[in-house]
């Protein structure tokens, strides 16, 4: 498992790599899908350094300055990829907007691995394991969409589940019901016999 400069390196690379396939890609479609991918990168990429390496370094290695001037180019970017995320496919201005996110993220690569990644990997902080705190963290993001499905097909089940405890309750109540009708044609069959019974002795007492 690479250790946090070593995984942040690897987003870089990854992400660089996504924006020479950008300028070498013919087709409005094909160019969106590659900025998409490339953006859906940056933002992962800039929660786990917000989330994890940026406070450890700011605790361990520096005052703060250098971190806070890295938040702030990251404002930046998140900026120009909500702007780019609400543009049409067919805006002429999308691959311009891009190429100022390219030229801002790469400036921003530039900095962090020539300024600040030197400085932390010379300090004492333990870098292997920040770097599975920050891998499990990607993880954790990247899987996120489809540990929701899951949740929600959970809760379906249990939805269902009870729908057929509901149909169960019900056939108890109509048979609750087929009882208390089957009492009744009971008791009106006795109720019958009885005034039956009374009409058969009262012409007996006039003939005596």
């Known amino acids: 498992m690479p250790n946090a400069t070593q995984l942040i390196r690897q987003d870089h690379k990854k ?27 940056l933002e992962v990429h800039a929660a786990l350094e ?3 390496f940026y406070p450890a370094v700011k605790k361990e290695v520096e005052e703060g300055s250098m971190v806070q001037e890295a938040i702030e180019e990251h404002q930046t970017v998140k900026q120009l990829i909500s702007e780019l995320k609400g543009m049409d496919q067919a805006d002429e201005e999308f691959e311009s907007q891009f190429s100022q996110l390219v030229e801002n ?8 691995e020539n ?3 030197p400085k932390v990997e010379e300090s004492e902080l333990d870098l292997n394991s920040l770097g599975q705190q920050m891998s499990q963290r ?5 899987n996120g969409g489809r540990a929701t499905k899951k949740t929600s ?7 269902s589940a009870g729908s057929k405890s509901t149909g169960r309750k019900s056939a108890g109540k109509k048979s609750t019901t087929s009882k208390t009708a089957a009492r009744k044609t009971g008791s009106a069959k006795k109720t019958s016999g009885r ?7 009262s012409p007996s007492k006039r003939r005596a």
Do not use: C, D
């Not at 990607?138 to 990247?142: G, N, V, W």
């Open 195 to 201: 005034k039956a019974t009374k009409k058969s002795g």
């Open 115 to 117: 300024e600040m990644l």
């Open 15 to 41: 992400v660089e790599g996504l924006f020479k396939k950008f300028q070498q890609t013919k087709g409005a479609q094909a160019k969106r899908r590659l900025a998409e991918n490339a953006m859906a990168e």
């Open 50 to 52: 917000e989330e994890i």
């Open 138 to 142: 990607k993880q954790e993001m990247q």
């Open 105 to 112: 993220v790469q400036h921003h690569v530039e900095e962090e």
């Open 153 to 159: 097909n959970a809760g379906s089940s249990r939805k």
